[in-house]
């Protein structure tokens, strides 16, 4: 079976796999010359699943060499999978519309009960109750609400307009961290080994980034207190090496 795609990997379980890879790159560097059992289930502890999952992971590893080939599937139904036919689709689909989405707020007793009725009615087997509540969970939320009249949930979920300012330069500064839309592949292979995490710190007066920090490990506070530090230190010597130092008409302060 063909690894999926990263676009198609779920953040948790790329995380997942990325905290397995490592554990297995110290397993491997720490027992160059082979391994023993005992060393297997060290590293299985460490990973939390059992020895026997342990063992195929290092092969995995092995033979695929990147974070890709680590990668679990989430178990069950994949998501967005619909178990219903086309026509009782569109049964449950109508229903919810013309009777749930009013202003008289109609219970999701009464929506399965209408649903059930309207299959029988043509000869088709009534979906379970699960199959209509889970339809119902899937509409927006402030859609729903603002469609049967909720007022509390639709103040709720309603953005308050605002912005935080800052008087001068520098008298505050923000840091997130943020996956890039891009992807690091392996230098031989080419294979996708993962996004990276961009740390940003950003002046909030001015909008200017005053720092940041790349790397391929969760963020953490080393990102972070690398991200500051390029953000305060000195960056002449940073932007000479990248050939946009002040020798090109740039005056390089600090910050």
Request: include cysteine; charged fraction near 30%; proline fraction near 5%.
């Amino acid at each position: 079976m063909s690894a999926p795609f990263p676009d198609e990997i779920d953040d948790a379980l790329w995380d997942e796999a990325c905290r397995r890879a490592q554990a297995i790159r110290e397993f491997l560097k720490r027992n160059p010359d082979g391994t023993t059992a005992a060393d297997v289930a060290d590293l299985a502890a460490k990973m939390d699943v059992s020895q026997a999952t342990a063992y195929r992971l290092i092969k995995l590893f092995r033979t695929g060499g990147t974070v890709l080939s680590l990668v679990g599937r989430k178990r069950g139904r994949p998501e967005g999978h619909r178990t219903l036919d086309d026509k009782r689709e569109e049964i449950v689909h109508t229903t919810i519309n013309a009777y749930y989405l009013k202003r008289t707020r109609p219970s999701i007793s009464q929506l399965v009960r209408d649903v059930q009725t309207n299959c029988v009615s043509v000869g088709l087997k009534p979906p379970h109750r699960r199959t209509v509540v889970a339809r119902v969970k899937g509409l927006d939320v402030r859609k729903r609400a603002k469609r049967r009249g909720e007022q509390k949930i639709v103040k709720a979920t309603t953005a308050v307009p605002g912005s935080f300012e800052a008087a001068r330069p520098l008298a505050v500064v923000q840091i997130d961290h943020t996956k890039a839309d891009v992807f690091v592949v392996d230098e031989e292979t080419r294979r996708p080994i993962g996004r990276p995490w961009l740390t940003l710190a950003m002046d909030v007066c001015s909008r200017m980034v005053t720092g940041f920090y790349l790397t391929m490990e969760a963020p953490s506070r080393l990102s972070t207190s690398l991200c500051l530090l390029h953000s305060i230190f000195d960056k002449s010597a940073w932007l000479r090496e990248r050939g946009i130092g002040d020798y090109q008409g740039f005056r390089v302060r600090a910050g």
